[in-house]
């Protein structure tokens, strides 16, 4: 079972380079979305999908674009790389929205910027 | 706004030994409450939920009861392994009817078992 599969697992970065942290779901799950992980900070919400062709806005979504051209995938765009960007970025999906709220989260990407 | 505040780590356990894990929120309407583990090297997994008042969440031996009263959602093992050694989020998740499953995490507690 993949579950949700992000990629890198680890990136090193110099600061204004662009990249992509992919995700990808394969339990057909409408909600996906995107949080980073600081320490004493724990998870904040990025962006996240109710479904393909929406997305909106979390609690920390500057510097940060995101797509959702399909079900499957949720890529996170860094157009241009900060120090203050260097975290673990972790995605999550849910089977539905609503009450139970319930996410399987990916491995995490960690990303350094330099 | 909702808000999460979980006790600050680490804590450091005896195999064995009771563990609690405070929780508390700040919340309108009748958000669901969620514990997450995190274990070295690993994304989260859901620990245990409860999805309204009085409900008592549990798996693999830890408790949690949603009290409205004291707005409080406390972590409970009777007695801890070396392999329950992890991060422990508490999370606040969408009241009740809400359009997004969108999770508030506390800062999580790090958990330290010793043999």
């Known amino acids: 079972n993949a579950g949700v599969t992000q990629t890198p697992k680890f990136q090193v970065l110099k600061t204004g380079q662009s990249m992509t942290l992919q995700c990808a779901q394969d339990?057909?799950?409408?909600?996906m979305s995107w949080y980073r992980q600081d320490p004493g900070m724990g998870l904040r919400l990025i962006h996240y999908s109710v479904g393909a062709g929406i997305t909106d806005q979390g609690e920390v979504p500057n510097g940060y674009n995101v797509s959702r051209s399909t079900t499957e995938d949720f890529p996170l765009r860094l157009l241009s790389a900060a120090p203050s960007q260097t975290s673990v970025y972790f995605c999550?999906?849910?089977?539905?929205?609503?009450?139970?709220?319930?996410?399987?989260f990916g491995e995490g990407s960690r990303l350094t910027v330099l | 706004g909702n808000s999460v505040t979980q006790m600050e780590g680490p804590v450091t356990l005896s195999e064995e030994a009771f563990l609690t894990i405070n929780c508390t929120y700040t919340a309108t309407g009748y958000p669901s409450l969620f514990w997450y583990v995190q274990y070295p090297g690993e994304g989260l997994q859901l620990l245990l939920k409860?999805?309204?008042?009085?409900d008592k969440g549990s798996n693999k031996g830890f408790e949690a009861t949603y009290r409205k009263e004291t707005t409080s959602f406390h972590l409970e093992k009777g007695s801890v392994q070396v392999s329950d050694s992890a991060v422990y989020f508490c999370a606040l998740g969408p009241d009740y009817g809400g359009a997004t499953n969108k999770l508030i995490f506390g800062t999580g507690t790090l958990l330290a078992v010793q043999p």
């Open positions: 339990m057909n799950h409408e909600y």
């Open positions: 999550a999906s849910s089977a539905g929205v609503g009450i139970t709220g319930e996410l399987f």
């Open positions: 409860a999805t309204k008042a009085d």
